[in-house]
């Protein structure tokens, strides 16, 4: 994993992990959902590259 993927999945575990300890797990869904996106998007521009 390049620092790039490296870097985009620690901010969404710290934003996951704020959102557990708040009880909301409707963010925890959203920043799944995002996460998933742009990891798919970043990787499918590092392949056609």
Do not use: G, I
Not at 20 to 48: C, G, H, I, K, N
């Amino acid at each position: 994993m390049d620092t790039t993927m490296t870097a985009l999945h620690e901010h969404y575990v710290r934003q996951v992990n704020v959102a557990v300890a708040e009880d909301r797990m409707d963010l925890v869904q959203e920043f799944y959902e995002q996460y998933f996106e742009e990891a798919l998007r970043r990787l499918l521009e590092t392949s056609a590259a």
